[in-house]
Nanobody, 128 residues
Framework: QVQLVESGGGLVQAGGSLRLSCAAS????????MGWFRQAPGKEREFVAG????????YYPDSVKGRFTISRDNAKNTVYLQMNNLAPEDTAVYYC?????????????????????WGQGTQVTVSS
């Protein structure tokens, strides 16, 4: 069983920045493909960012491209999500996800069903 714990959420004004962290309790963190998803009230959970096992490639939907950056530190068993120029529509619970599978397309990274492990989420609220 893989355990994921998100942190770093909070309240921020529009235009501000926030950095989320996801600590993974695994033997070999570098063996896992990682992703971030978010879910706002009344909306479906949506893909935010994905990253390969080595961190060499990243994937983003158009809604956050250019504003969000996913990264990882395999020595610390941690994946990060740097969020800049935040807007009220970014308000949601952000979830960290992991899979042992290796993917090669953005559609694979964005599919919720392709991740086996999920954290409990951290709340991000952006005020106007």
């Amino acid at each position: 069983q893989v355990q994921l714990v998100e942190s770093g959420g909070g309240l921020v004004q529009a235009g501000g920045s926030l950095r989320l962290s996801c600590a993974a309790s695994v033997r070999t963190f570098g063996a896992y493909t990682m992703g971030w998803f978010r879910q706002a009230p009344g909306k479906e959970r949506e893909f935010v960012a994905g990253i390969t096992r080595s961190g060499g490639r990243t994937y983003y939907p158009d809604s956050v491209k250019g504003r969000f950056t996913i990264s990882r530190d395999n020595a610390k068993n941690t994946v990060y999500l740097q969020m800049n120029n935040l807007a009220p529509e970014d308000t949601a619970v952000y979830y960290c996800a992991a899979t042992v599978r290796v993917y090669y397309s953005s559609s694979d990274y964005s599919d919720r069903e392709r991740y086996e492990y999920w954290g409990q989420g951290t709340q991000v609220t952006v005020s106007s």
